[in-house]
């Protein structure tokens, strides 16, 4: 059974600090996903990296999959009010079938000004 | 491009009872995914129907069923609801079967479950 653990469950920073989120599983995706869902809405699509060792940079949003392709991670620089809101992670595998995406648990984020 | 709809917002009902949802997939996408994501909790994945047939299912008991229509709008069916079905019910709607497609999401369907 594929898992996705997510850490920190809840993050509350002040504007302007830096955080990273960290999504691990024990099994091999072929790709991973991030979104970033706000309350009432569903989850939108950030970034998908496929390759081992992807880095790819979104504004202040710097996302990295694990060489292995267990890992990744999303690093936000200078973090602003309009970062909060719940990112999570999501992976797919080889072999799937059906589209079916596993995701983690989340990471609250709340950024105070 | 009108995106993801969900029908209809909230919802009441009762243990016992069967409830229907929608989801109106975006223009151009054949393929429907349906999620439940309890409070606090990531979306867990229930079905995904491309082309009218179910196309891949988690871990959900057969009183979760759903429809892919011509359109490819799509309906979650849920007999015989338990309380602990209370969760946001997303659709998620693709250009085809996949998980290498991207997926977007609509606003979900708040069910409780008393």
């Known amino acids: 059974t594929q898992l996705l653990e997510q850490s920190p469950q809840f993050l509350s920073i002040q504007e302007g600090e830096n955080l990273t989120v960290y999504c691990n599983s024990s099994?091999?995706?072929?790709?991973l996903q991030w979104y970033r869902q706000e309350p009432g809405e569903g989850p939108v699509l950030l970034v998908t990296v496929v390759t081992g060792g992807e880095v790819k940079k979104l504004k202040r949003l710097t996302f990295q999959f694990g060489d292995a392709r267990k890992d990744s991670s999303l690093h936000i620089t200078a973090a602003q009010p309009g970062d909060t809101g719940l990112y999570l992670c999501?992976?797919?595998?080889?072999?799937?079938?059906?589209?079916?995406?596993?995701f983690g648990q989340g990471t609250e984020l709340s950024v105070k000004p | 491009e009108t995106g993801v709809t969900q029908s209809p917002t909230h919802l009441i009902k009762t243990r016992g009872q069967q409830v229907t949802l929608r989801c109106s997939s975006q223009?151009?996408?054949?393929?429907v995914s349906w999620y439940q994501q309890a409070l606090g909790q990531g979306p867990q994945f229930i079905f995904q129907y491309y082309r009218e047939e179910e196309n891949g299912r988690g871990n959900f008991p057969p009183r979760f069923s759903g429809l892919q229509f011509p359109n490819y709008s799509s309906e979650l069916n849920v007999n015989a609801l338990e309380l602990d079905d209370s969760a946001l019910y997303l659709c998620a709607s693709s250009r085809g079967q996949g998980s290498y497609n991207e997926q977007f999401f609509g606003p979900g369907t708040r069910l409780t479950v008393l």
């Open positions: 999501a992976g797919a595998w080889p072999g799937n079938q059906g589209g079916k995406l596993i």
């Open positions: 223009s151009g996408h054949n393929t």
């Open positions: 099994s091999v995706f072929s790709s």
